[in-house]
């Protein structure tokens, strides 16, 4: 195990991981500390608690996203497995709609 710091929103996290693993949760941190500046860009720094859960509320909501797009992917898919142009430009359009729209009303919380 490793203990590493890692900084979200100006502020020191210390966490432990398996070892090897440092490098991915960097850049999983790197993520939410993005997500959470562009929340206290839009709304402002409303507190550092209600950031964070707004951040990994919009995280959590990606990954939901991009498992209900990647079922529908698969129940589409070609008899090769991989799943048409169309079918992906219209998932990935989807998916591009749906950010905007949970930005636009976390942006007028």
Same mark, same amino acid.
């Given at each position: ?16 991981? $398996?070892?090897?693993?440092? +490098? ?8 939410? $500390?993005?997500? &959470?500046?562009?929340?206290? *860009? *839009? ?5 550092? +608690?209600?950031?964070? &859960?707004? @951040? ?9 996203? @991009? ?14 497995? *991989? ?12 998916? @591009? ?5 949970? *930005? ?6």
């Amino acid at each position: 195990m490793t203990q590493i710091s890692l900084t979200i929103n100006d502020r020191a996290y210390d966490v432990t991981c $398996d070892d090897g693993q440092e +490098g991915h949760l960097r850049k999983l941190a790197e993520h939410l $500390d993005e997500q &959470v500046r562009d929340m206290a *860009a *839009a709304v402002g720094q409303v507190g550092e +608690g209600r950031l964070l &859960v707004l @951040a990994s509320l919009v995280v959590a909501d990606e990954l939901f996203e @991009a498992y209900k797009e990647l079922h529908a992917l698969k129940a589409g898919a070609d008899p090769k497995g *991989a799943p048409g142009e169309e079918a992906a430009a219209e998932t990935l359009e989807a998916c @591009a709609q749906r950010i905007e729209a949970i *930005a636009t009303r976390l942006g007028g919380a």
